[in-house]
């Protein structure tokens, strides 16, 4: 009897012991990182997925001052790679533009400059009347700009979003969030990573063109980060009085992209330091991992009424998924493929795609193309293709 009793005992123990032990893996499990940040929000997102690594009141509504910009510099990228401007186009600065106080270049009234020299003096020196010069020449007026800024926003999801103005000084109503700089951050440097020719540039200088002559201008970054910080490739900071110090900073290292946002810190040095922090941990504790190589390819395709019989299938993006440093990790993949496809085949259209998974979850996917276009074989090609079939 006393031995069943101790052997009772010792079960009953070792279940509690268990017991005991899972519930502290599941604390473990649930419990979140504290990075302790003084700034009033803040977000860590990876760019390739827009996964948010970590946030703190990463959806109040705050003044964003000069980051403001980055959806202007989104624009102006867009603009260009839709044909509706060029690099090289002349824009005439007006007298509104040239009146835009805080960070400036000071462009006077009628100067001209290149699209490329006000992206620079824009996304280099944070420059004001830059900004807003650029917004009439796109929009035919910065309310007609702000209109556009609002309709992006919208698009890309930034629902905490609205816009008053193009380039950021203090005005009722003007505000965002870190999760919405984090969305148009990432839509930047993901889609037109050319940005980062003048994001990472540290000096440099325009050339003032006006009734008095010519005179030069030096342009220096007001993102420290770009001297600071190992891999950093952008993006812009903000200060005024209302939203004090703000900033989106981006940074690369072995093939991991991250975006880190900071909103109201309470001084310059605080802004840096936290972003940094930011970074730190997202690349101290993530790792990425890739699937097939963009052009690589992954298969061929069955061709009816083609000149070919078959068609290479190509890999279209590299896709890209992040994940928590530890354990031995690997994508799966799924190649999907259509059977047969009727010519004529145009090169790089879609022919399938691959579906990527990681512990039973979607990651990502990439679109399979041809990788040779294919005509349609005429009827005298037919009979002598199975004329030579018959031989044979």
Same mark, same amino acid.
């Given at each position: 009897?006393?031995?069943?009793?101790?052997?009772?005992?010792?079960?009953?123990?070792?279940?509690?012991?268990h017991?005991?032990?899972?519930?502290?893996?599941?604390?473990?499990?649930?419990?979140?990182?504290?990075?302790?940040?003084?700034?009033?929000?803040?977000?860590?997102?990876?760019?390739?997925?827009?996964?948010?690594?970590?946030?703190?009141?990463?959806?109040?509504?705050?003044?964003?001052?000069?980051?403001?910009?980055?959806?202007?510099?989104?624009l102006?990228?867009e603009?260009?790679?839709?044909?509706?401007?060029?690099?090289?186009?002349?824009?005439? %600065?007006?007298?509104?533009?040239?009146?835009?106080?805080?960070?400036?270049?000071?462009?006077?009234?009628?100067?001209?400059?290149?699209v490329?020299?006000?992206?620079?003096?824009?996304?280099?020196?944070?420059?004001?009347?830059?900004?807003?010069?650029?917004?009439?020449?796109?929009?035919?007026?910065?309310?007609?700009?702000?209109?556009m800024?609002?309709n992006?926003?919208?698009?890309?999801?930034?629902?905490?979003?609205?816009?008053?103005?193009?380039?950021?000084?203090?005005?009722?109503?003007?505000?965002?969030?870190?999760?919405?700089?984090?969305?148009?951050?990432?839509?930047?440097?993901?889609?037109?990573?050319?940005?980062?020719?003048?994001?990472?540039?540290?000096?440099?200088?325009?050339?003032?063109?006006?009734?008095?002559?010519?005179?030069?201008? *030096?342009?220096?970054?007001?993102?420290?980060?770009v001297?600071?910080?190992n891999?950093?490739? *952008?993006l812009?900071?903000?200060?005024?009085?209302?939203?004090?110090?703000?900033?989106?900073?981006?940074?690369?290292?072995? *093939?991991?992209?991250?975006?880190?946002?900071?909103?109201?810190?309470?001084?310059?040095?605080?802004?840096?330091?936290?972003?940094?922090?930011?970074?730190?941990y997202g690349?101290?504790?993530?790792?990425?991992l890739?699937?097939?190589?963009? *052009?690589?390819?992954?298969g061929?395709?069955?061709?009816?009424?083609?000149?070919?019989?078959?068609?290479?299938?190509?890999?279209?993006?590299?896709?890209k998924?992040?994940?928590?440093?530890?354990?031995?990790?690997?994508?799966?993949?799924?190649?999907?493929?259509?059977? %047969?496809?009727?010519?004529?085949?145009?090169?790089?259209?879609?022919?399938?795609e691959?579906?990527?998974?990681?512990?039973?979850?979607?990651?990502?996917?990439?679109?399979?193309?041809a990788?040779?276009?294919?005509?349609?074989i005429?009827?005298?090609?037919?009979?002598?293709?199975?004329k030579?079939?018959?031989?044979a």
């Amino acid at each position: 009897m006393y031995k069943k009793v101790c052997k009772g005992i010792a079960i009953l123990m070792i279940v509690i012991l268990h017991m005991s032990c899972f519930s502290i893996d599941v604390m473990a499990e649930k419990a979140t990182v504290n990075l302790s940040l003084q700034s009033k929000s803040a977000i860590l997102m990876e760019a390739d997925t827009g996964e948010v690594i970590y946030e703190e009141n990463s959806h109040e509504k705050l003044p964003p001052a000069s980051v403001t910009k980055v959806m202007t510099i989104l624009l102006i990228y867009e603009a260009v790679a839709d044909g509706k401007i060029k690099w090289d186009d002349k824009v005439t %600065v007006s007298e509104h533009a040239a009146s835009m106080g805080g960070s400036q270049v000071f462009l006077e009234p009628n100067e001209q400059q290149t699209v490329k020299d006000m992206t620079k003096c824009i996304s280099v020196a944070s420059a004001n009347d830059a900004a807003v010069a650029m917004a009439e020449y796109i929009g035919g007026s910065e309310n007609g700009f702000v209109d556009m800024m609002n309709n992006r926003a919208k698009e890309l999801g930034m629902n905490d979003t609205t816009f008053v103005n193009a380039c950021g000084l203090d005005v009722d109503g003007h505000v965002t969030s870190a999760n919405d700089i984090a969305i148009m951050s990432r839509e930047l440097i993901k889609n037109h990573s050319e940005v980062t020719e003048f994001t990472k540039t540290w000096m440099d200088t325009i050339t003032h063109t006006t009734r008095k002559g010519e005179s030069e201008f *030096g342009l220096t970054n007001t993102n420290k980060l770009v001297k600071w910080y190992n891999g950093a490739t *952008g993006l812009k900071t903000g200060f005024t009085q209302k939203s004090m110090f703000c900033l989106s900073g981006t940074a690369s290292r072995d *093939g991991l992209d991250l975006v880190a946002v900071v909103m109201g810190a309470p001084d310059s040095t605080t802004r840096f330091r936290e972003v940094m922090q930011l970074l730190d941990y997202g690349f101290a504790n993530y790792t990425v991992l890739s699937g097939r190589e963009e *052009g690589s390819e992954c298969g061929e395709v069955k061709v009816y009424k083609g000149k070919e019989d078959f068609v290479k299938a190509i890999v279209a993006t590299k896709v890209k998924a992040p994940v928590k440093k530890g354990g031995e990790k690997q994508l799966n993949e799924e190649v999907i493929l259509e059977e %047969v496809m009727e010519a004529p085949i145009e090169q790089g259209g879609k022919i399938g795609e691959i579906i990527y998974s990681l512990d039973g979850k979607e990651v990502g996917r990439s679109d399979v193309v041809a990788g040779a276009s294919v005509e349609k074989i005429k009827l005298f090609g037919m009979v002598g293709r199975l004329k030579g079939k018959w031989i044979a």
